[in-house]
Structure formats: C-alpha cells, structure tokens
C-alpha cells in the first residue's frame, strides 16, 4: 500500500478510543471533586462537644445533637466546645476575716457551658469564661467569709460555715446570668484553708492551748465525778459499818444478858461458892508479882491468904 494513502476507518477508530478515555478521565475528576467537596462540607458532632459553625467568623449554627452534619465548604468552618462539665480549679487567693484576720483560700468549681452561643458572644474563648467565672468566685467567697471570725473558719467546733459552697455557687451562677456568660456552675468547693506563714506558729500556739484547756476540762471533770463516787462510796461503807456496829452491840448485850442469867442461875445454887469465887477473881485483878497489902491478921481476906479456909 502507498505510505501516502491515509487509513480513515483506522484513525476514526482511534480518535474514538481517546474520547473515550478523555471521558472516562473527567469523570473519575469530577467524582474525586465531589468526594472532595462532601469531605469538606461534612462533619460529625460527638457525644458531650457543641460543634460551632463560623461564617466569615460570625456564628450560624450550632449543632449539639451527635451524628452527621453539613457545613458549606470553603466558606463555613467548624470548631469545637465541650459540652460535659469541667472541674476548674480557682488559684488562691488571701482573705480578710470579720475580726482582721488573713487567711488563703483555695478553691475548685464544677462548670458547663450550657448556651455556646452567649458564651462565644460574650466570653470568646474557654478561658475568657473560665476568668470571668474565677473573679466572681474570688469576690463572692471574700465577701462571705469576711462575715466570720477567724475563730469560727479554723476551728470546726465553732464553724458557722454550714452550707457555705451552696450559697457562693448560687451568688456565681446570678452573676454569669446577669452577664450572660452562657455557663452554669455546678458546684464550688473549697479544698484548704490555709495561714500565711507567719501567722502559722501563733495559731498552731493557739490551738495547742484550747485542746490543752479543753483536755483540763475534762480531767476536772472526771475528778470531780471521782470524788463524786468516792464520797458516796464512803458514806455508803459509814452507814453499813454503823448498822453492823449497832447490831454487834445489840447481840453483845443479849449475850451478856444471857450470860449474866446463867451466872445468877448457877451461883444461886451455892452462895458460899460463890463469895469464893468472886473473892478469887479480885484477887486476880488486885494482887501482882510486886503487890504490897496491909490488912488486919483476923480479917477473912487474910484468913484466906493465911490458909485458914474454916
């Protein structure tokens, strides 16, 4: 064949093929854009995160609900707030007491953000809100406790604290609303109180003092319950003892009664006998290794010292 006899059906077939690939080109071009423009315009909101959407930085929508959503590309963008609570922790900060006393108070709150939109609006950030949250607390907890003596904060004993945290909480939340912070403080606590350094040794003094004088309280107190006792013991053992004496003195004397019958009783039978032994019990009680007696020679008593018994 002549090389200058051009093969028509060969070249229309081929200028078929390339259109097709051409076409098949610009089809994966246009799905892989469509792809790129739904990766861009979805997102997904997860449990517990606000997802903000900013339009030339001015908010349009907020989405809370968890699942997918969309957002227009390259126009809109997406960010992120937390929606479960947060523990903030307050830095510490030096109060006066009622009675002039300084103090350090260290405190944590409990937090939400629970309307993003005021809270961007008014607050900004996270932080800005968090600041603005710690001021108030400060100046509500300085205001509260500047009402107590330095005696009633330290010492439980004498604590008129009572339900404290319950009122700043609800003082903080008034505030943030009136501002319109958009957050809600669930609870504030407080972790420490704590003394400046150089008033630490004059109160631990102090306090040693009172548990020292409550501890004399109380041995003064259980002397006067021993002495107490002790006094009712004694006179309890008096009066038995009374009773058993009294008693001892009654049987004695029934005794001796008894006894002097049976002497009557017996004597009476010989008189005689009985002059005699009466005269030897004198003897008994008169006469010693050392008596000396002068008594007439005819008298019975001599007699009987003599021998002479008729």
């Known amino acids: 064949m002549d090389k200058k006899v051009v093969d028509l059906e060969s070249r229309k077939s081929a200028d078929l093929q390339w259109r097709k690939y051409v076409k098949t080109g610009l089809l994966f071009l246009v799905l892989i854009v469509l792809l790129m423009l739904l990766m861009a315009s979805a997102f997904i909101v997860k449990e517990g995160e606000y997802k903000v959407i900013r339009q030339f930085g001015e908010v349009v929508d907020i989405k809370s609900e968890p699942g997918l959503a969309f957002k227009v590309p390259f126009i809109q963008s997406v960010s992120s707030l937390p929606k479960y609570q947060m523990t903030y922790n307050v830095s510490q900060a030096e109060i006066n007491t009622k009675d002039k006393k300084r103090m350090i108070i260290d405190n944590y709150a409990i937090w939400k953000i629970d309307n993003p939109r005021q809270m961007i609006s008014n607050a900004r950030t996270v932080a800005n809100a968090e600041s603005r949250m710690e001021e108030f607390i400060y100046s509500i907890v300085r205001a509260e406790l500047g009402q107590l003596n330095y005696e009633e904060i330290i010492n439980d004993e004498k604590s008129s604290r009572g339900s404290l945290n319950d009122r700043v909480t609800e003082k903080v939340n008034e505030l943030l609303t009136r501002d319109q912070y958009g957050i809600t403080v669930t609870d504030v606590r407080t972790k420490r109180t704590d003394l400046p350094e150089e008033n630490e040794k004059s109160v631990y003094t102090r ?47 029934e005794g001796e009664g008894e006894a002097a019958e049976i002497y009557n009783k017996a004597f009476s039978k010989d008189k005689e006998f009985y002059n005699l032994f009466r005269t030897l019990e004198t003897y008994k009680k008169t006469i010693g290794e050392d008596t000396v007696i002068v008594i007439p020679s005819d008298s019975p008593y001599a007699r009987i010292l003599m021998g002479y018994t008729k």
């Open 207 to 253: 306090m040693v003092s009172e548990r020292e004088t409550k501890a004399q309280e109380y041995l003064s107190t259980g002397d006067a319950r021993k002495n107490k006792i002790t006094a009712e013991t004694d006179r309890k053992v008096r009066e038995m003892l009374s009773k058993a004496e009294a008693d001892a003195e009654i049987i004695r004397s």
